[in-house]
């Protein structure tokens, strides 16, 4: 009997790691929020534009996320930006350089604190474009119009299952900015009517809790004691 019962064990222990492989979810979330502040500290509560870049004085955007709806382990993440391309005139992407690097900090300033905005907040400006990177991407001319997705790397994943059933927010710098004055900047007109185009989006990759697991095994513990009995 208990030769016979090994290719159903084997089975049913096989259909267990299909189930648990196939229970990994994409689940698209969009921004609760964004915004930039000016190196003077100042964001507009209403303005959702997230420019990033130099753009007469330095601006570094941020962007919150409700994560309460989430529950599981997050392994991947993407963020996902729409860089507008409006005309010939008006491009989300623009400097004198062929190129700049966008990057994407973790966010100590408390979420309602962030939103809110206001005047002279210097150092929430400063928050925005140092501590620790969570991912980072080169852009140029050839991101007008496009969405730029920026891969999350190990330290962003574990800030965001670390959020999973509140809010998070992420910082947005480029790291490549010269002296100026020229304007060097990213995501120009973001967010505005005419932008033709308005993605905000964080993708993650959930596989369930491990007590699902754990309750699958006790599962198909239950079905061979029954079959065997």
Known sequence: ??????????????????????????????????????ETGQHVQTNENYLTGRFNTVDRSFFVFDLTGVSGQVTAATLNL???????????????????TLAIFDV???VATLTAGG????????????GTQFGSIVVSPADNGQTVSIVFN???????????GSTIAFGGA???LGAGPADEYVF???????????????DLTVVPEPGLAALLAVGLAGALRRRHS
């Open 1 to 38: 009997m208990l030769l016979s019962a090994r290719p159903f064990v084997f089975c049913l222990l096989l259909c267990g790691c299909s189930m648990s492989a196939a229970s990994a979810a994409t689940i698209q979330v969009t921004a609760a929020d964004s915004g930039f502040y000016s």
């Open 82 to 100: 729409f860089n507008p391309d409006i005309s010939a005139f008006l491009k989300g992407y623009v400097s004198p350089d062929p190129s700049e």
């Open 108 to 110: 100590t300033t408390p």
């Open 119 to 130: 005047n002279g907040l210097v150092g929430i400006f400063n928050d925005l474009g140092t």
């Open 154 to 164: 190990a330290a962003g994943l574990a800030a965001i299952n670390a959020a999973l």
């Open 174 to 176: 480029l790291t490549t």
């Open 188 to 202: 120009g007109f973001s967010t505005a009517t005419f932008a033709g185009g308005d993605v905000r989006r964080l």
